[in-house]
């Protein structure tokens, strides 16, 4: 009798026994002494969903990561072409007779000025322009269709650091002009400078851009024919807006500003502004008001060079610019009869025509995409 309350009780102590270790049994026993990490209960269906999540973030900082290079590439193009210029020179030595006729052949080359240029039809259409487009988002608005067979001057403003818009819309089949009424031709103009920095001179040539001076405008908008019919794109303010391009500035040099309205009359081309909101947003100039040193540093390298060198800072060293939206508002254009000698009333007439609807276009769209820009202001 004694034996059986035994052995039941025994019995009952291991059913209870049993009852508590059966859970580490089942599930902990095969963790046991294993690291923390080993014992996290991820579902098996889960993994798949955490590995795909892993790789599309790693993905998307990687396209992140390519894009902000290319950008900063393509920013500081002619100071890396430079450069790389003279990095072969001075270092490769096979290669200094060669680099040294280049350099002669690029003094001489008249393609600059003769209203033709080297156009790559093939390299504005490069990959490259979708990064371009992705870091900055640009968008261009028409407040009229523009008519495919006629001839234009397109005044661009403002100039900002380095006019990276005007770049786009004249340059890029991406978001340009010409992708819009595909039969216009564009013609960007810019320095004659900028035809003497080597390897950057053919890139410019080769995007269709060619020089400012009145003789390639001329070129430009002949009727000559063996060329296209061309339209002009021209950056109004120049060097001297450069120096104003502070954030959510509108401050244009415009009013003293009549050679491109003498040259349209002249070859009886309308006149269309174009105000690039956010421009002037890309960098940061340093402080530069009249009187200060880096005023009187710029104003010298101007009129040494017809050209300044801008102290400005982007996102970090390698002048990586900010990530803005650019947006081009293409105004309404101003009709002109062609006058071989335009007087200087008929000049002040649709200058004051072409004033008129730059402001008016600046003030109808500031609130949509520049609302913290200032108020436009003609300083010269």
Not at 348 to 358: S, T
Request: glycine content about 6%; some cysteine; hydrophobic content about 45%.
């Amino acid at each position: 009798m004694s034996c059986q309350k035994v052995s039941s009780s025994i019995s009952t102590t291991d059913a209870a026994s049993e009852t508590v270790t059966a859970p580490w049994d089942t599930a902990t026993r095969w963790t046991f002494g294993m690291p923390m990490l080993m014992r996290l209960q991820i579902p098996e269906n889960g993994i798949a969903d955490v590995c795909r999540a892993q790789l599309t973030h790693a993905s998307a900082f990687l396209e992140e990561a390519l894009t902000t290079v290319i950008v900063t590439m393509w920013a500081t193009s002619p100071i890396l072409s430079a450069l790389v210029f003279f990095y072969l020179l001075i270092c490769i030595k096979t290669l200094r007779a060669l680099l040294v006729v280049y350099l002669v052949l690029s003094f001489f080359d008249p393609r600059p000025y003769d209203g033709v240029g080297r156009r790559i039809p093939a390299l504005r259409r490069l990959p490259i322009w979708n990064h371009v487009n992705k870091y900055f988002q640009p968008n261009i608005v028409f407040e009229e269709a523009l008519d495919a067979n006629a001839k234009y001057v397109f005044g661009s403003h403002p100039h900002g650091v380095i006019s990276y818009m005007s770049q786009l819309i004249s340059g890029t089949t991406g978001m340009g002009i010409e992708s819009h009424f595909p039969g216009l031709v564009v013609r960007g103009v810019t320095m004659p400078a900028t035809f003497s920095i080597p390897f950057f001179r053919d890139y410019a040539l080769a995007m269709g851009c060619l020089s400012c001076d009145r003789n390639s405008i001329r070129q430009i908008l002949s009727e000559r024919r063996h060329r296209l019919r061309q339209s002009l794109l021209i950056v109004v303010g120049g060097a001297e807006e450069s120096m104003l391009a502070h954030d959510g500035s509108a401050d244009l040099v415009l009013l003293k500003r009549r050679g491109f309205i003498f040259e349209a009359v002249r070859a009886g081309c309308d006149i269309v502004p174009i105000y690039n909101f956010n421009e002037n947003s890309i960098y940061r100039l340093l402080p530069n008001p009249p009187g200060s040193l880096v005023h009187r540093f710029e104003m010298a390298v101007r009129s040494a060079f017809g050209f300044t060198i801008l102290l400005f800072h982007g996102r970090n060293v390698f002048f990586t610019p900010y990530k803005t939206q650019l947006t081009a508002v293409v105004g309404r254009p101003i009709k002109v009869e062609r006058n071989l000698e335009p007087t200087a009333k008929d000049i002040e007439v649709y200058h004051a025509q072409y004033v008129e609807e730059l402001t008016r276009i600046y003030n109808k769209h500031r609130p949509k995409y520049a609302p913290d820009a200032k108020d436009m202001h003609f300083v010269a």
